[in-house]
């Protein structure tokens, strides 16, 4: 049932043109991977030029970084994608930004899209949500500071949550000493999650 029922909300994902006929300038195709049975769900900000043509959730620069934390954790990337779940708030490409990076989608943007990660979840149940990115963490854990937030996990609703920051290059707070503390802190409870969930 959960599997016919991710396989349904898939195809609509993959159909959706409501952000492009709202007028915003996305590259229309949601990218997202993972399995039902899933109790883990990596949400992201969303996807960015390399996922639009690889069609796999972070694989491009910040997917590297990503993966390197998730190893440090004790998970290999292969196994990691083949067991758990990783999506966006926002499914599609959203186009360059006029600095650094990618464009942050906007809050109408992210409101059109949302009713879909609220599903996702529905579906897949997972008992631990990794938001990566200011824009993944505001969504689940509201506005706070960074130095705040990670290395510290949260339970909502009978979840919990561990954040991570943005991993890409363009985020100079990964840069800074206390920032890189509080990844390794972020890094250390998840490793004692996966030990103590046995995920």
């Keep these: 049932m959960y599997k016919a029922s991710l396989a349904k909300l898939h195809e609509e994902m993959r159909r959706c043109c409501r952000c492009l006929e709202a ?4 590259t229309p195709g949601a990218i997202f991977s993972g399995r039902p049975s899933a109790r883990v769900m990596v949400v992201g900000q969303a996807p960015g030029v390399r ?25 290999q990337e292969d196994d990691f994608r083949a067991s758990q779940y990783i999506t966006a708030i926002t499914k599609c490409y959203p186009g360059k930004g006029n600095g650094r ?29 990794i938001p990566v990115g200011r824009v993944a963490i505001d969504h689940f854990l509201g506005r706070g500071k960074l130095a705040d937030l990670i290395g510290n ?5 009978g979840r919990l949550l561990l954040p991570l920051p943005h991993p890409s290059g363009a985020d100079l707070w990964l840069n800074r000493p206390k920032s890189q503390a509080l990844i390794r802190a972020a890094l250390d409870h998840l490793r004692r999650l996966k030990q103590e969930m046995a995920l």
Excluded at 101 to 129: H, N, S
Aim: aromatic fraction near 12%; proline fraction near 10%.
């Design 101 to 129: 990076g990618d464009r942050v989608p906007t809050a109408a943007e992210r409101k059109l899209c949302v009713p879909f990660l609220a599903r996702e979840l529905d579906i897949i149940r997972p008992q631990l949500i």
């Design 153 to 157: 996990v949260f339970e909502r609703d």
């Design 23 to 26: 007028g915003y300038p996305i």
């Design 51 to 75: 996922e639009g043509k690889t069609g796999l959730p972070f694989s491009g620069p910040a997917g590297k970084r990503l993966f390197q934390w998730l190893r440090q954790a004790g998970w």
